[in-house]
């Protein structure tokens, strides 16, 4: 049997009752990361061990759960029950010191045949660098490219630790010629796969037609980075030569944003072919 470590940042609320939470909180959903790790340990083959880190359980925990290995690391402020503030960032400062020994800890005691890291957020790769097993690296946001948009302190502290990931490692799973070409920028030794998402099994559930309307769907958070703009900007384009063209909007974001985006629908007078749902 195979046995495989997944360094990710899973959403620990999704393990209730089995974990003892010391905070209510609303966390990113990681549907993909939930959607793959529990179509993998269907199979008889594989050993899935799960390792992340978060600060709102009382207590680090080891259990199972659907043929699922899950390893929550309580990772937090000193004495506290809070993430690292902005204004003292000892996890980025200290390059995630403290969850890395547990982590590896944790990893030497499990002996896998291979890690997969997802992301390079939450310093999840500094936990596996320099172990004498196969690491892959999936891309998911690039954080060089965030920062841009959203500049923060913490965003700033964090591309070290994302430009450390992408020199230091060996083998990636990307999905887009844009992830593919950032990596090779700065990795030109590197080993890409090309590596999707998994696609939550509700949509598997719908029997899916080709209709002839000109439909479009846009599912995420409507956020300047997320390239709405870009989305909209392009069915105006289209409209000239589509007049039914019609773009579907499922997703949430600050009211004043929305509400820009909104208004722009208004002036470039698409609004009959937008749908904010």
Not at 166 to 184: A, L
Request: charged share 20%.
């Amino acid at each position: 049997m195979m046995k495989v470590v997944w360094l990710a940042q899973y959403n620990v609320v999704k393990l209730l009752p089995l974990i003892n939470l010391n905070q209510e909180a609303d966390l990113h959903s990681s549907s993909w990361i939930h959607t793959l790790s529990e179509t993998l340990a269907q199979r008889e083959d594989i050993e899935l061990h799960i390792i992340t880190h978060t600060n709102i359980v009382s207590e680090t925990q080891n259990f199972v759960k659907d043929r699922i290995h899950f390893h929550i690391v309580r990772y937090s402020f000193p004495f506290t029950n809070r993430g690292f503030p902005w204004f003292c960032p000892i996890d980025r400062l200290t390059g995630y010191h403290f969850f890395v020994i547990n982590a590896r800890d944790l990893i030497q005691q499990i002996k896998p045949d291979i890690i997969h890291v997802h992301g390079t957020e939450g310093g999840y790769f500094n936990a596996a660098y320099g172990l004498k097993v196969p690491c892959i690296i999936s891309i998911q946001g690039i954080i060089s490219e965030y920062v841009k948009v959203n500049p923060s302190i913490l965003g700033y502290l964090q591309l070290p630790h994302e430009q450390f990931a992408i020199r230091k490692g060996e083998y990636f799973g990307c999905r887009t010629d844009f992830d593919f070409s950032f990596v090779k920028g700065l990795n030109k030794r590197a080993q890409i796969f090309d590596l999707p998402e998994a696609i939550n099994n509700v949509f598997f559930e719908h029997k899916w037609e080709v209709k002839s309307d000109l439909i479009l769907l846009f599912v995420g958070s409507i956020v300047k980075r997320k390239g709405i703009h870009h989305l909209l900007s392009a069915v105006a384009i289209l409209k000239d030569q589509y007049p039914t063209i019609n773009l579907r909007i499922i997703g949430t974001g600050q009211a004043k944003y929305v509400k820009s985006q909104k208004k722009f629908v208004r002036e470039k007078n698409i609004s009959s072919n937008i749908t904010w749902l």
